[in-house]
């Protein structure tokens, strides 16, 4: 377990240093190569994805005045061209996209005003919305052979190719100031521009296809004083400022404009959901974040005394985000199979599941940190050193510099709902500018110990308690009801009645006076906007992690390694869940999805941020093998046998698809499972081997022309085996009927 002086994570620790100059002047150029023509082809791919992989730098250092003053500089840029396949992409069958399902006979394609099938299952011309009919045409073809008597699954293939263009720069002096005090500067200034490419050949219509802007300054300065030889002070300043801006390809393209599409800005093209297969356009078409500001001290001392080496200190950071999120003023519509049994169907006869359209107004996002620790590593003993630590996290909860903040209060009677549940602000009607309440109690115990049983053995072990940030997501735009538009439309019977006929378009979004009324409706009227909120008590989420390991020198100069590790987390952020679902009845959803029987029939959604309900435990068994070099040779072993079990989804996570989290938030205890990252046997080896022929190796090659060709070569492989992660399903249709995002 790492020192008391690290927290703020559950997981691994990372430290990382830049180098410095000396009295001699050094320099280094390098370059990192990988090509698909080196590679192999991924399993599902008929062909390589193009890759260019070329990392290329240049450094170069030394004194300005010698053993006082040293300066260090680096260039790195990175050209990257990934590649990747996409094998699960699923378009229309073609005949589909006319209305024609004649040849499926797999399904009867419903008529969801009479309930009967269409004849023949070829829905009517005179029945297909225009705009849903130019929506549909802009899928692809599939490129894949289809069984067109059932439903398409996986039926277009793609190798694409994203890009990557990055610079860094990194300038660094150094001055010493006498025998007791040194400082130095460093600036680093990073800049990136990717795009990710469409898998779909209407790039603006594509799922994934965007451009994304980033730069970030980072300004470093730092002064380490020898107080007294055994009293060390090391004080250290960092300013950050970065600059992010993603961008859709179908913003700024005009395409709404061109399909008139009412409601949505024209310059735009919409988020299209259809129930089975593929999404065209982006959720996130546009978002500016400038400046995203960090300022941080950290201080820390260090006092020797005996045998014990004592360390404390504190860190404070504060951090800012501006940031203006239009994700989907282009507008998002979604076509889903309750009514007509087919997605595609449901989008020809515009026949809308539910829609939104969000844009919020420029928001300072605000929190900061505190931090402070102690620790003790004691040497008991010639062959026993033991290290005791405490560390103390907290977090301020989300602030906005102007109280630009909502949240909800599922308490108090709505004004014009006349039931329960109202929009609250920062900063009005006695409330305070944050979020939630303060979590103050964060203390993370650590200890650990280091035992050499005899020359050739060792054990050593830890445990400690490590308190994770305060939030699951990062939350610069959340909580943002009234602060821009906000506008959520739903069918009030989980899509058995459209929320409204696309031809109509986007029902008209406006900006409301902020009241305890705000975006509501008087039931049983069809709700236009949704609410969210962190719960007032929030927590920071923690993890208990200990471990015992017994490492044994063998022959051959050999190190074997057995470990027990675990991880127990509580308390832990889980994915956003929405809480206005309508309640079970004997642990079943109702016969029918009704609106009006929701707990805040006003809203069409109320969702809880980062809920802190999150449970997980990780052991594991570690065998390890590890040679030294010698006599030309090394290699490393490891072996892992592990569970993980978890109660919320991670990020990220190896098996399952996103949003596959939560049933039903009264069914809690029923998604504690196997983690979507739960590699049950996992076997790495790598080695390194220096053939014996060469200048200074065994075999001797005396001549300088042939040692240049045929001499110094070495071999060296890495192989990783491991058992597949576990596989979570969601049903296609959603027929629990408690407005709950999946089944």
Known sequence: NYSAEFGRTGGGLILMTTRSGTNQFRGAAYEFLRNDKLDARSFFSPGKAPLRYNILGVSFGGPIVRDKTFFFTNYEGARRRDGLTFANTTVPNPPEITGDFSARTDIKVLDPLSKAQFPNNVIPASRIDRIGQALARLYPAPNVAVNLARAPANNYLKNVSDKLTQDFITARVDQSLGASNRVYGRLSLMKSATAAAPVF???????????????????????LRNIHPTLINDLRYTHGNRYNVVQAAGTG????????????????????NVGGISSLGSSAQKRIQTPILTEQVVDTITWIKGRHQLKTGFEFRYSRNQDINTPTTGGLFAFAERATNNGVAALLLGYVNNAALVSTDTLNSRSDYYGAFVQDDWKVATKLTLNFGLRWDMDTPRSESDNRQSGFDGTVMNPVAGVPGIVTFSGVDGRSR?????????FG????????????????????????????????????????????????????????WLKDGMPAVTREPLSPGLGAVKPPASPRSTASFIQQNHENGYAQQWNLTVQKGLFGNMLFETAYIANVGHKLGGPNVEINMTPLVNGRGPDRQDQQKRPFPQFSGVTQISPPWGN???????????????????????????????????????????GNGYTHIELRKLDKSYSGSDIRLRYVASTVYE?????????????????????????????????????????????????????
């Open 201 to 223: 050949p209407n790039t603006f219509a594509d799922f994934r296809s965007q451009t994304q802007d980033n730069k970030n300054l980072s300004v470093v300065g730092s002064w």
């Open 253 to 272: 393209s005009g395409k709404n404009g061109e399909l008139g599409i009412p409601g949505v800005d024209k310059d735009r093209f919409p988020r299209i």
């Open 445 to 500: 115990p650590r200890f650990g110990f280091a035992w050499r049983v005899r020359n050739d053995m060792a054990v050593r072990g830890g445990y400690g308690i490590a308190y994770h940030g305060e939030y699951n997501v990062a939350v610069p735009n959340a909580l943002a009801s009234g602060f821009g538009l906000n506008g959520s439309f739903n069918s009030p019977d989980g899509g058995v009645t459209q929320a409204f």
């Open 434 to 442: 944050y979020a939630h309440d303060f979590d103050k109690n964060n």
């Open 691 to 743: 053939l014996p022929f060469g200048k200074a190796r065994r075999w001797v090659i005396a001549n300088p022309v042939v040692n240049a060709v045929a001499g110094g070569w070495g071999m060296s492989v890495i192989v990783e085996l491991r058992s597949g992660p576990p596989w979570g399903a969601i049903e296609q249709t959603n027929l629990s009927n408690t407005f709950s995002s999946s089944q």
């Open 616 to 658: 997980s435990t990780y052991h594991s068994l570690n065998l390890k093998v590890d040679k030294r070099y010698s006599n030309g040779l090394n290699f490393l072993m490891n072996f892992t046998w592990a569970k993980f079990l978890d109660d919320v989804q991670g990020g990220n996570e190896l098996g399952g698809n996103e």
